[in-house]
C-alpha cells in the first residue's frame, strides 16, 4: 500500500490530502499521524477524576495489583471512564433533542413564525404512541402536547420514559430486571457524573448498569425524540436521488456547507436558497446560482428530505474547505474540528459559527434564533454571494462525484413492503426466515483518520451484502458508503449475493438503506421492533439476526448509541482499540455478562476480517437458536436479473423527492 492509501480510502479525499501535502497543508490525517494516542487513557487505564492523581494503572499484574492513590482498582476506573463518554455522547444526543422539542413548542404556540407542522401523520402517529387525543383537534394543540410530553422525558425524576414502551414486551422486562429502564434523560445523565466522580461507585458491573440505564434514556429517549420531531417538523424521509462527495461544488455558483447537527437552521438554508430574490442576489455577484452543500449529520438530514447533496462525513471537513470552492460553511454543534477556521485561512472560505452553545475562535458567528430563523438564514446566505467574488484559483478542484439513493425511514420501509394500506415488515421477516437475507447489519459511525479513513467501512458494506446481508447506514458510515457509490440499486446487481439481490430487484431497493443522522439510529430500534412484532423471528430484539457495527468509531456518542444497542439486545462490534481494553473484567461485563442478561453486547475488535467473521458468526448463531432455515451461501436467484426499464421506471418514481407520506 502506498504511503497515501494509508490516509483515506476514498479516491477524491486522497488526492486533495495529496494535494495538501504537495502545498504544506495539514490536515487530521498528518496529525493523527504525528500524534500517537497514549497507550494508557486509550485502553482505559488513566483515572483522573480527581486530582490526587492522574492515576495511571498500569504493570505487569495491573488488573490484580494496580490502583489509585483512593485504592481504585482497574476495572473501577476503566468501567468510570467508559461510563462518562455515555454520560457525554447522551447529553450530546439529549440537547441537540431537547432544542427540537423547544421549536416544536414555539411553532405549535405560533411563538416562532418560520416553522410550522409539515408531517401531521407523523404527529398523528406519535401523539398515539403518547397517548394523546389527536381526532378532532387542531393540528398545532396535538403538536404543543406532544412537545410538552417530550419536554417532560428529560426533567422527569420517577418513572420511565414515554417511548421505552414501543420496544417489544419482552425487552421491556428485562430493562426491569436489571434496573435499567432510564427515568428522566437528564437525570441518568447527571446519575452518571455522580456516581463516576472520586468516591462514589465502584463497583464495575454496577457502574456499567447505569452505564446502559444512561444509554437506554439515549436511544429511546434523546435520538427517538429528534428523529421524530424532525420528521414532524420539516417531513418524514422518503427515498431521493442526490449525489455525494467533493464534485458536488460548482465552480460557476456559491457553494454554501451546512454542517454539524442540528437540522432546523439547515432546513431554513434551503428554503431561503430558493428564494428568487436570493438568486438574484447570487446572479449579482457573479455566480450562476447557489449550490447547498452537507457535511456529517446535517448533511444526512438535508439530504433524506431535500436531495440536497453531500460532500462526506467527518474526515471530510478540512477536504472540503481545500478544494478552494467553498464559500461559507457553516456549522452549529457536535463533531466539528476546530481545525477548519485554521485551514479556511489559506482559502477565501469563511467560516460561520451559529450555536449559542459554540464558537471556534478565528470564525465568524452569526448566532441562530429560531424567532428570526428566516433573516439570519438570508444573511448566512448573502455573506456566501458575497464572498464567492472572494474566490481564488487555489485549491485542489475535484470532480468526483456519485450517485446516492438516501431516505429509508422506518415508515418507508414499511410502506415499500405493501403499500399504504397494507404496510409492513412481512415480506422483510419471511425473507430473513427463506434465508435469501442472511440476517441484517447496522453499519454506522464515524469515519476516522486512525484508519485508512472510510475504508473499513468500504469493505464491510461489500463484504456483508456478498453474504447476503442487508446493511442500514447512518450518519458517517452512509457518507462513507455514499462517497463510495455504494448507495445505489445498482450496487445490488453488482455486488450482492444472489439472495438479497433478488429481494433488492423485487422492491426495488439498495442493498444498502441510508437511514438519516446518527440520531436516527433511533429507527433502527424502531424497525427492529416492528420487526420482532410482526412475527417469525425473535418475539424480543434480542435473538434476532442483526448486528451492530461502528468500524471506525470516534465520538463518545458512538458508544452511548453502541451501548443503547447493546442494551437493547442488539450484538454490537466496534473497530479500533477498546477503550476498557486494559481491564478484562470490564470487557468479560460487556461481552458475556451483558449477553445473558441483554442478548446484546458491546465488542471492540481492530481487525476488519475478524469483525466481519464476528458479524456473520452472531447472524448464524441466531438463525441457528429461532431455528430458521440454515443459510446456504448462493442458493437464491442463481440467474442474474437485469432490471427491465418497467421496474426502473417504478425506481425513478419511488425516487423523487417529496415530503412526508
Ligand atoms: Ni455520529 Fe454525526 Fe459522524 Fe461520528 Fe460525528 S457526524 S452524530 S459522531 S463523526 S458518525
Redesign the pocket.
Known amino acids: 500500500m502506498d504511503k497515501h492509501i494509508m490516509k483515506s480510502a476514498n479516491e477524491a479525499a486522497e488526492k486533495i490530502i495529496e494535494w495538501g501535502e504537495e502545498h504544506k497543508l495539514e490536515t487530521c490525517f498528518e496529525r493523527a499521524e504525528k500524534l500517537k494516542p497514549c497507550p494508557i487513557g486509550e485502553t482505559g487505564a488513566c483515572c483522573k477524576v480527581c486530582h490526587m492523581g492522574p492515576c495511571r494503572l498500569v504493570g505487569k499484574n495491573a488488573e490484580e495489583e494496580a490502583m489509585g492513590v483512593c485504592g481504585a482498582p482497574l476495572s473501577t476506573v476503566a468501567a468510570r471512564n467508559l461510563v462518562r463518554m455515555i454520560a457525554a455522547g447522551t447529553a450530546a444526543h439529549s440537547d441537540h433533542a431537547r432544542d427540537m422539542a423547544f421549536t416544536l413548542l414555539a411553532a405549535a404556540t405560533g411563538e416562532v413564525k418560520d416553522f410550522q407542522i409539515t408531517d401531521v401523520r407523523k404527529l398523528y402517529r406519535v401523539a398515539e404512541i403518547l397517548g394523546i387525543e389527536f381526532e378532532g383537534r387542531p393540528v398545532n394543540d396535538v403538536a404543543k402536547d406532544v412537545a410538552l410530553k417530550f419536554i417532560e422525558d428529560f426533567g422527569r425524576q420517577k418513572g420511565e420514559l414515554y417511548y421505552l414502551k414501543r420496544a417489544p414486551k419482552k425487552t421491556q422486562e428485562r430493562w426491569v430486571k436489571w434496573g435499567v429502564a432510564p427515568r428522566g434523560i437528564d437525570r441518568e445523565v447527571c446519575e452518571a457524573m455522580h456516581r463516576t466522580s472520586v468516591g462514589v461507585d465502584h463497583d464495575p458491573d454496577h457502574l456499567l448498569l447505569h452505564g446502559l440505564r444512561t444509554a437506554l434514556a439515549d436511544g429511546w429517549g434523546g435520538c427517538m425524540i429528534a428523529t421524530d420531531i424532525t420528521d414532524i417538523l420539516f417531513g418524514t424521509p422518503r427515498p431521493v436521488k442526490a449525489e455525494a462527495s467533493f464534485g458536488i461544488f460548482k465552480e460557476d455558483e456559491v457553494n454554501l456547507v451546512v454542517h454539524g ?1 442540528e437540522p432546523s437552521l439547515a432546513e431554513m438554508i434551503v428554503d431561503v436558497a430558493s428564494e428568487p430574490e436570493i438568486i438574484a442576489y447570487a446572479k449579482s455577484k457573479g455566480a450562476k446560482g447557489i449550490n447547498l452543500g452537507g457535511m ?2 446535517t448533511a444526512n438530514e438535508v439530504l433524506m428530505r431535500h436531495g440536497i447533496p453531500t460532500a462526506g ?2 474526515t471530510n471537513q478540512e477536504l472540503g474547505i481545500m478544494t478552494g470552492l467553498v464559500d461559507v460553511m457553516t456549522v452549529d454543534v ?2 466539528i474540528m476546530p481545525a477548519i477556521a485554521e485551514i479556511s485561512k489559506k482559502f477565501h472560505t469563511k467560516i460561520i459559527t451559529t450555536s449559542e452553545k459554540a464558537k471556534i475562535p478565528g470564525a465568524m458567528h452569526i448566532e441562530y434564533d429560531e424567532h428570526r430563523a428566516r433573516e439570519i438564514a438570508r444573511e448566512i446566505v448573502k455573506h456566501a454571494c458575497d464572498n464567492y467574488q472572494n474566490r481564488k484559483t487555489e485549491g485542489s478542484h475535484i470532480t468526483d462525484k456519485f450517485p446516492v439513493v438516501a431516505g429509508f425511514s422506518h415508515e418507508y420501509i414499511e410502506y415499500m413492503q405493501g403499500g399504504r394500506w397494507r404496510a409492513s415488515f412481512r415480506p422483510l421477516n419471511d425473507a430473513i426466515m427463506a434465508g435469501r437475507i442472511r440476517g441484517v447489519v447496522g453499519l ?4 476516522n483518520p486512525r484508519v485508512p479513513s472510510t475504508g473499513i467501512h468500504r469493505y464491510l458494506a461489500t463484504e456483508l451484502i456478498k453474504n447476503d446481508v442487508l446493511i442500514v447506514s447512518t ?3 452512509s ?1 462513507a458508503c455514499g462517497t463510495a457509490g455504494y448507495l445505489t440499486p445498482e450496487m445490488a446487481l453488482e455486488h450482492a449475493g444472489p439472495g438479497l439481490r433478488e429481494v433488492c430487484e423485487a422492491i426495488g431497493i439498495p442493498p444498502i438503506l441510508h437511514l438519516g ?3 436516527d439510529n433511533s429507527r433502527i430500534l424502531t424497525i427492529l421492533s416492528a420487526m420482532a412484532e410482526e412475527g417469525g423471528l425473535s418475539d424480543e430484539i434480542g435473538g434476532m439476526p442483526g448486528v451492530g457495527i461502528a468500524p471506525e ?3 463518545e ?2 458508544v452511548a448509541i453502541g451501548c443503547y444497542f447493546a442494551a437493547s439486545g442488539v450484538p454490537v462490534i466496534f473497530g479500533g482499540e477498546s477503550p476498557v481494553g486494559a481491564s478484562h473484567e470490564v470487557t468479560r461485563i460487556m461481552t458475556e455478562v451483558w449477553w445473558e442478561r441483554f442478548k446484546g453486547s458491546m465488542h471492540f475488535e481492530p481487525d476488519p476480517e475478524k469483525m466481519l467473521a464476528m458479524a456473520l458468526d452472531y447472524i448464524d448463531k441466531a438463525r441457528e437458536a429461532l431455528k430458521l432455515k440454515k443459510y446456504e451461501p448462493g442458493k437464491f436467484g442463481a440467474e442474474r436479473v437485469l432490471m427491465d426499464m418497467a421496474a426502473r421506471r417504478e425506481l425513478e418514481r419511488a425516487a423523487k423527492p417529496h415530503i412526508g407520506l
Open positions: 447537527h456529517c449529520c462525513g467527518f457536535q463533531c454506522a459511525g464515524c469515519d450518519g458517517c458510515g457518507a443522522a446518527c440520531v468509531w470516534m465520538s456518542k458512538a
